[in-house]
């Protein structure tokens, strides 16, 4: 079984900064691609961030040049760095991560549980 661990939410003031962390728990084999989605109460679930097995990255519009999105994959985990925070920026984001486990040849699609990042005017 895969388990994603969120860490690193909070309250923050507009302009400030908060680095998310997600690392991967389980026996895993190779880990392709890694993304962060934010959702706010009554609204879908929006792609902020991701990012390839080769580094290749992608960004929402509205997080361009704020936000940067990394991976180490010795520790099977990945990042967000936000900069600049905005009251718009408030929500729960999510750690989406896919891959292969070493015990299955099917991909893999996990989520983690979740952290709140509320930034303040």
């Known amino acids: 079984q895969v388990q994603l661990v969120e860490s690193g939410g909070g309250l923050v003031q507009a302009g400030g900064s908060l680095r998310l962390s997600c690392e991967v728990f389980?026996?895993?084999?190779?880990?392709?691609?890694m993304a962060w989605y934010r959702q706010t109460p009554g609204k879908q679930r929006e792609l902020v961030a991701s990012?390839?097995?080769?580094?290749?990255?992608n960004y929402a519009d509205s997080v361009t040049g704020r936000f940067t999105i990394s991976r180490d994959d010795a520790k099977n985990a990945g990042y967000l760095q936000m900069n600049s925070l905005k009251p718009e920026d408030t929500a729960v984001y999510y750690c989406?991560?896919?891959?292969?486990?070493?015990?299955?040849?099917?991909?893999?699609?996990?989520w983690g549980q979740g952290a709140q990042v509320t930034v303040s005017s």
């Open positions: 990012i390839t097995s080769g580094g290749s990255s």
């Open positions: 389980g026996r895993i084999r190779s880990i392709n691609n």
């Open positions: 989406n991560v896919q891959g292969f486990p070493t015990y299955d040849l099917q991909q893999f699609d996990a």
